[in-house]
């Protein structure tokens, strides 16, 4: 397998990154947060990607020892798996922005939704405290009536 240095270098990172997260899901066993563990299926995926990909490096040494059918026949066979890598991302590119599109259509609909939510909470609490006062206004209103009543019947 030929690897070059950044390769390598990206493959340690990557695998220091996931064993940190394995860390994490271990830490909090059955009740690991979902973007922990979708980051986990996500680093084995990119782990994966780049360790086939660095299968299918051809070095141009390698290239020039290949007899002339077998070199265009590992082009070709390159070329061909780098058209359907780029139709992947492409299609996992798209794919995201549709998933993000309707993330961000169901969050702003929960933000309206809250913030209607919020506005009858603060209508229902002015409702309230509009009928407390008027409570404590027939309250006044009674003791008054009958603190007038027992002067005007009260003995001398």
């Known amino acids: 397998m030929h690897t070059s ?13 996931l064993y940190h997260l394995q860390l994490q899901e271990a830490t909090y066993g059955a009740d690991v947060p979902v973007h922990v563990a979708m980051e986990i299926e996500s680093t084995k995926a990119r782990i994966e990607r780049i360790q086939v990909g660095s299968r299918n ?3 141009v040494e390698l290239l020039e020892k290949m007899e002339t059918p077998e070199r265009w ?14 139709y992947t991302v492409e299609k996992t590119l798209e794919s ?8 961000h259509k169901e969050f702003n609909m ?18 309230l405290y509009i009928y407390a006062l008027f ?17 005007k019947y009260a003995p001398l």
Not at 73 to 86: G, P
Not at 96 to 103: G, P
Not at 110 to 127: D, L, S
């Open 96 to 103: 995201d922005r549709h998933h993000n599109q309707s993330r």
């Open 110 to 127: 929960a933000v309206q939704r809250n913030t209607f939510e919020i506005e009858m909470m603060k209508r229902e609490q002015k409702r």
């Open 5 to 17: 240095a950044y390769t390598d270098q990206l493959l340690h990172t990557l695998n220091e990154r």
């Open 135 to 151: 409570l404590a206004l027939l309250i006044c209103i009674e003791i008054y009536i009958s603190f007038i009543h027992r002067r």
């Open 73 to 86: 026949k590992r082009l070709y066979d390159a070329a061909w798996q780098l058209e359907v890598d780029l």
């Open 57 to 59: 490096i051809i070095s």
